[in-house]
């Protein structure tokens, strides 16, 4: 029986989890969660996500919330490399860049993709510039630790490609859509690293499904 | 084995995370102080070992780590037995239980209670910063509704991965321990069985040992 993904592929939390579905070659279904009618709030799909969010992924009985949980579910249990659960070292060093991804990549660029894209969009609301200043000021001290992390390896965690690298192409996705992504000609190595992941097949296909679901 | 050396202070949050998970697989540990009223965080020393400025690092022979919660999962990994398994990551779906969980504490605890330990606490401690009482409050609301799904969830479970305790319990030992330092810790006697969860785990001798080095008056 295909996994069932509850939540839009334009979210970065679910593109997350459909890359490594992708990536490991899982069969699955995508069932969407109209947030313009509340559905995230309702009965039915809090009793996924007590929190209310997307995604959340149903496997048989199994029923997880948390993107980075699914993602890490989905890998293990398809024994994807992405994880490199076979070595200590490696499995380590996939978990910290993975925790950076989490709190100094994704936390300055939720509120950026918030002011730039959202915001104006969606609520036709004005970009608040200071407060995407101040962000953009701490992703580039991100991006400062990235450019030197990746002149010693080719991939974050080491020389081969893990979670803790897929794991940021949705929102470096839309860091390209907003009008800061000049900011990475600042950091070449940041920018073939991203360009390279979105060059890669199962990456292709999900910018294909969030673009679709936009 | 020789002991691993952690790197930062005890008093420090993210260090005592590392420090609790130690104990629990009763590994030999080193703990090297970094002095920042000397701005040692800063130094090309430590930023070689975490390049954010900031603790624990953990040095393993030529393995070095940082990120506190990813640095806990090595320890309780290398370290495991079949008696101390925090991860539980033999079994498949035990172990989405306590990822899934671990997250949680990151992504929705967290953000909701720590800002007012870092108003109450940390701020005007170290940096003679006064309260912001607005975050505070702010906060305060966010956490009332992060408690009230942890507890649904405690009421149905022992613990946040099932009926066996975790990593994904553990974490939430540091920030929570502050917080019932502020004058806020009252909140939790609203979700009786958020608290029971609570005073369980200070119960443990890990958790006894290293709250030890932790102050609860400022």
Redesign the interface.
């Known amino acids: 029986m295909a996994m069932k993904v509850f939540g839009q592929p334009m979210s970065t939390n679910v593109a997350r989890v459909l890359v490594c579905l992708e990536e490991a070659g899982v069969k699955y279904e995508v069932v969407p969660v109209d947030f313009a009618t509340a559905e995230h709030k309702s009965p039915e799909h809090t009793s996924r996500n ?2 209310g969010q997307v995604p959340a992924l149903q496997d048989g009985d ?1 029923v ?3 993107s ?3 993602s ?2 989905v890998l ?2 398809n024994s994807s490399e992405l994880l490199k ?1 076979g070595s ?2 490696d ?3 996939v ?2 860049w ?3 991804e ?3 990549f994704d936390r300055p660029m939720a509120v950026i993709i918030y002011q730039c894209l959202v915001l104006p969009v969606y609520f036709g609301g004005k970009t608040d510039e200071k407060i995407v200043e101040e962000n953009l000021e701490t992703l580039r ?1 991100t991006f400062r ?1 990235y450019e ?2 990746l002149s010693r390896s080719t991939y974050l965690a080491g020389d081969f490609i893990s979670l803790a690298d897929l794991s940021h192409f949705p929102t470096a996705y839309y860091l390209l859509a907003t009008p800061h992504a000049g900011m990475l000609d600042e950091f070449p190595r940041v920018k073939a690293w991203i360009d390279g992941m979105l060059a890669r097949p199962a990456v292709i296909k999900v910018i294909e499904m969030m673009k679709a679901s936009a | 084995m020789s002991p691993v050396k952690v790197f930062g202070r005890a008093i420090s949050t993210n260090v005592a995370r590392v420090l609790v998970c130690l104990e629990e697989v009763g590994a030999d540990y080193e703990l090297v102080s970094v002095d920042f009223l000397a701005g040692e965080q800063n130094s090309p020393e430590h930023v070689e070992r975490n390049p954010f400025g900031k603790v624990p690092a953990l040095q393993d022979g030529e393995l070095v780590l940082f990120e506190s919660r990813a640095i806990a999962k090595y320890v309780l990994r290398k370290y495991r037995t079949s008696e101390v398994d925090l991860l539980r990551e033999s079994s498949i779906s035990e172990a989405a239980m306590v990822d899934m969980w671990t997250e949680v504490e990151a992504q929705q605890y967290y953000p909701a209670l720590s800002p007012v330990v870092y108003e109450c606490i940390i701020f005007p401690v170290m940096r003679g910063v006064p309260t912001d009482q607005k975050v505070v409050d702010e906060s305060l609301e966010k956490l009332r509704k992060v408690l009230g799904v942890y507890e649904a969830h405690l009421t149905k479970n022992r613990f946040l991965a099932g009926d066996f305790i975790s990593f994904a319990d553990l974490s939430h030992f540091p920030f929570t321990f502050y917080f019932m330092a502020t004058p806020y810790a009252s909140l939790f006697e609203s979700y009786p069985h958020v608290k029971a969860w609570w005073e369980g785990l200070m119960s443990r001798p890990s958790i006894k040992k290293i709250s030890a080095n932790m102050p609860t008056k400022f």
């Open positions: 007590p929190f199994l997880l919330f948390e980075r949980a699914i890490r579910y293990r249990k659960e200590l070292g499995s380590a060093r978990d910290v993975l925790e950076v989490s709190h100094h001290k630790v030197d992390r």
